[in-house]
């Protein structure tokens, strides 16, 4: 199994450029999340899903998009990339809640 | 949105000594985590917590659910220097379907091991 697998690794945009951040997972989980991690803060919840088809808003939604169209993919959109949005971003998957498995993370640098 | 604290937020040990690191919260939570995240790496899962009070080893790891639910706490024995790293504590509060929504994480114990 190769877990939680995040590309791509690392990312430059321009302002107002969008881009997707991809997401997979091999262990048929059914929930999977996206999180950013800025210095000195927890990591914090951008959106979620309990399972394909299913997708809600976490504590740090704006300027994402999401969408879960099979049990195993879960990208991350950003529509129109501001500098605030400049962080690395971690995607997450777990069964059935408790123990979250992380991929390597997507550091993204919005100029 | 909720907070954890977590503490000392870094701390610098000699290669063989015994660390000890806390995360507390104003919330009652049902599940603690406890991570460990490798500069460019992602969080890796160390040791999963699910009732007051317990207490769990994962090799020279322990890791305690407080008595208060409010709180939990990491040692790590006989430190070495593949210890060095960002220790992340998780709250969770795990019931019905909107599981999902209820992590809250904490800042993080940066590590460092002097050999």
């Known amino acids: 199994n190769a877990g939680v697998t995040q590309t791509p690794k690392f990312q430059v945009l321009k302002t107002g450029q969008s881009m997707t951040l991809q997401c997979a997972q091999d262990?048929?989980?059914?929930?999977m999340s996206w999180y950013r991690q800025d210095p000195g803060m927890g990591l914090r919840l951008i959106h979620y899903?309990?399972?394909?088809?299913?997708?809600d808003q976490g504590e740090v939604p704006n300027g994402y998009n999401v969408s879960r169209s099979t049990t195993e993919d879960f990208p991350l959109r950003l529509l129109s990339a501001a500098p605030s949005q400049t962080s690395v971003y971690f995607c997450?998957?777990?069964?059935?809640?408790?123990?979250?498995?992380f991929g390597s993370g997507t550091q993204l640098s919005v100029l | 949105g909720q907070q954890l604290n977590q503490s000392p937020q870094s701390m610098f040990i000699q290669e063989g000594e015994d660390v000890s690191m806390n995360c507390t919260s104003s919330?009652?939570?049902?599940?603690w985590l406890w991570y460990k995240q490798d500069p460019g790496e992602g969080p890796v899962l160390l040791i999963a917590?699910?009732?007051?009070?317990e207490l769990t080893s994962n090799g020279r790891l322990t890791a305690q659910f407080g008595i208060t639910r409010k709180d939990s706490f990491l040692n790590i024995s006989a430190s070495i220097p593949s210890d060095v790293g960002i220790y992340f504590c998780?709250?969770?509060?795990?019931?019905?379907?909107?599981?999902?929504?209820?992590?809250?994480f904490g800042p993080g114990t940066r590590l460092s091991v002097l050999p």
């Open positions: 997450a998957s777990s069964y059935r809640g408790g123990k979250l498995f």
């Open positions: 262990m048929n989980h059914e929930y």
């Open positions: 899903s309990v399972g394909a088809g299913i997708t």
């Open positions: 919330s009652i939570f049902n599940t």
């Open positions: 917590l699910y009732k007051a009070g």
């Open positions: 998780a709250g969770a509060d795990l019931t019905g379907r909107n599981y999902g929504q209820n992590f809250v």
